[in-house]
């Protein structure tokens, strides 16, 4: 699940190694513990979310419900006071826009660090 908050931008599953927990994870330095003061988190550079925590289930059920209950503006991209975030966000606005009329067009995502997929050749 992602999680975007005006302060954080958050993806949560399962914890692989204990289904009571859930595993928090960011891509950027401190979204987790705007969210979770008390988190311990852990930093890694050998998968895509850079830091991650796991937290018990019910605490990020309590958290993230808080979050809701404190929802104070009337239009979400103008509550983010961060402009790298609003503008990245604004992107991701932007895309679910254009997939919901239906006129997202498809095409080739790259991630740093991984090689392109080759291509495919041509018919005969």
Not at 51 to 63: D, G, K, L, T
């Amino acid at each position: 699940m992602w999680v975007m908050m005006n302060d954080s931008f958050l993806s949560i599953v399962q914890d692989q190694k204990d289904p009571r927990m859930l595993m928090v994870r960011a891509r950027k330095a401190g979204d987790i513990r705007t969210v979770f003061p008390d988190a311990s988190v852990a930093e890694t550079t050998a998968s895509d979310y850079r830091y991650r925590a796991s937290i018990r289930r019910s605490r990020v059920v309590e958290r993230i419900a808080a979050r809701l209950q404190n929802v104070d503006y009337p239009n979400f991209k103008d509550s983010v006071e961060d402009e790298e975030r609003h503008d990245a966000y604004l992107e991701v606005w932007q895309t679910m826009m254009l997939w919901g009329n239906g006129v997202l067009k498809r095409r080739p995502v790259f991630l740093p660090g991984r090689k392109a997929p080759a291509k495919k050749a041509a018919p005969r």
